[in-house]
């Protein structure tokens, strides 16, 4: 197996009026498993992203209870999200011969590399492990494979990344680039043109901020947890004091690159209730790929997109808004978290109320849980706490995150409101 | 400020050439009259492949901004801190482009709501222009 194709993009349920998923509750996540964390690579092939995202799907496997002959199926999402680690600086004896298993992991390098030897099965999805998720739900619940890893390596290389060179620009930057807008500002602009259309300001995210930090605290496997526990003591005055990166958007309300990776072992509904733990069924998945106007999202396109993706998710689950027990949608920018909780109107929460709700109880404690994972402001950046602690939650596992109301059903997403992926689960397939 | 010069390919060459000649031009769609920006191949609205440059007036509003302190941009990190700021046009609201306001004082009190006409503005790496916005005082 030497290469891998993308998943097929009409199988992804991206449209409103799907209907009940026909798939639903047929597949559970009955395995999770993470790597350790660091915030760089140092070049030590025993912490690279190919030797991680084996240690973790040795551990999803361990979780379920099972070897890895029963693995028919890898579903990997194969690039990080950091830099590449670069043909300069010299590539390594195999299977660190490439990119591959450095700076991305894919499907065919951990089934070849990991002798995962009766894999009939595997898909790429591009950009996140939400959407590797969501095609794993698809593969399993549609009955081309029976027991899959959902796999993603992230990492960070020495040095600053992601710059922009150049004095020229082609392509659809040619539109952004000469004035420096990128997802940064747009996420700064869109954030203040919702505090400009409900009358708030970016001193009421602090709240919402520390509960992040405050969730990480309880989060064994996050970086801050693992690597900078002084980090998590994040007070509001130092919120408010952080250096702006674009404004209204500060250092603490961006995520912090991180190196690591995740498994997910999805399996039938039948074959998981055999398994060492108590499955979480998947209730229906949803995609979100939101076509903009114009070069940048408004406030209403980014409201609109939200309360799309929210349709999808309860009308494909069959569940409403009042049964959604925990929830935990995307803070890898916290500034359009609220966007996603009003648009799924998440404890009644309406547009233009999330600020409110913030400064409410919303610890892991109290009566409103939000994004009890912590997300990856509370435990760095993945993309996947969020799928991780709601499954956690479900089998009652997440130890002192574990929210104290009931905790039978899900959802989890990221990335954007305009570019997502979303998982509903349950404690039932029904 | 100096900026990254864009450079025009098929579907844009239209617009650049237009900023070199001080003219604001949009794309519009002769099938349905739809104003788009960036111009596309398709007419967002109907699909038509059938398009002409629609000259606009040069003047617009100032939809809302944020202050860049940390840019990716290598081009435009000296400049630092700087506006970003969406202008929307009088002629089409809906049609959304970008400035630094030069002129512009970079604090809280970028006036959001305030009219501003089109300038056309060097760019750093080309002969290239690009449309730039200045508040009508």
Redesign the interface.
Known sequence: MASTEWFQTDRYRAKEGLGVWEHKGKAAIAGLGNSPTTRRWDGDLSTSLGAWAILAAERALDDAGITKDEIDGVVSCPQGMGDEWGAERGYFAAPYDTEDGLSGVSAHWLVKNMGLENVKTTYHAPGCMSTALVAGAEVVGSGEAKTILVIRGTGNMPGRY???????????Q?????????L??QI??GF??YC?KYGSNHDRMAPFVLNQRRNGSMFPEGFYYQNRPDDLNLTVDDYLAS???????NINDCDLPIQTAGAFLITTGERARQMKKKPVYILNHVQQRG?V????E?LDETEEFSLSIAKKCYEGSGLTASEVDVFNPYDGFTLFTQSFLEGFGWHGVKHGEAHDFYGDDIRVEGPHPFSSSGGNNGNGRTRWWGFYDSVQQLRGEAGARQVQIKAETAIAGAFTPQISDWLVLGTSPD | MPKMSPVPDEVSQGFWDACNEGRLVVQSCNACSWLQHPPRPECYNCGSTDSVWREMSGRGKIHGYCTMYDSRIRALQEHQPFIIAVIELEDAPEIKMFSHLPGTPVDDNVPVGATVEVVYEDTKGSDQKVAEWKVVS
């Open positions: 992601h710059q922009t060179p150049g004095d020229t620009v082609g392509g659809p040619q539109w952004t680039n000469p004035w420096g807008w990128q940064i500002p700064a602009f203040d043109q400009r250096r702006w990166i674009c404004k209204p958007m076509v106007r114009s070069s940048l408004t």
